[in-house]
């Protein structure tokens, strides 16, 4: 296995555990006021050392909520097509994160964008 292999299977890695911890985030709003804590605490704590090991192996986690949409972003806005070209967008949601190793992206992400002013 190469260099970017192993870096493009750990990215992917990481990205499905980022959306794990991110769906058991929002899951957390469902239960008991106790039960809600205890697992928000577990999200955090496996969130922290999600990104503690990806700096570990020089990868950064890159999430885009409230950044202006921009030409160049590591992003693909997945609902880009609803406004025109000149409209001043802002990521409302990061659906997945980018992850760049070594200065370069080597898994774009995904977001859903806004207009600006909304």
Do not use: C, H
């Not at 985030?25 to 577990?42: G, H, I, P």
């Amino acid at each position: 296995m190469t260099e970017a292999e192993f870096a493009t299977d750990l990215a992917g890695l990481f990205v499905d555990y980022w959306k794990l911890a991110r769906g058991s985030a929002r899951a957390a709003d469902l239960l008991q006021e106790a039960d809600s804590k205890r697992l928000l605490s577990q999200v955090k704590y496996a969130t922290r050392q999600l990104n503690e090991y990806a700096e570990r192996y020089g990868f950064r986690i890159v999430e885009f909520d409230g950044l202006a949409f921009e030409p160049g972003m590591a992003a693909s806005a997945d609902n880009a097509d609803d406004f025109e070209d000149e409209e001043l967008l802002v990521v409302t949601r990061t659906i997945e994160p980018a992850i760049v190793y070594d200065m370069r992206v080597i898994r774009t992400g995904r977001v859903v964008v806004a207009r600006k002013n909304s």
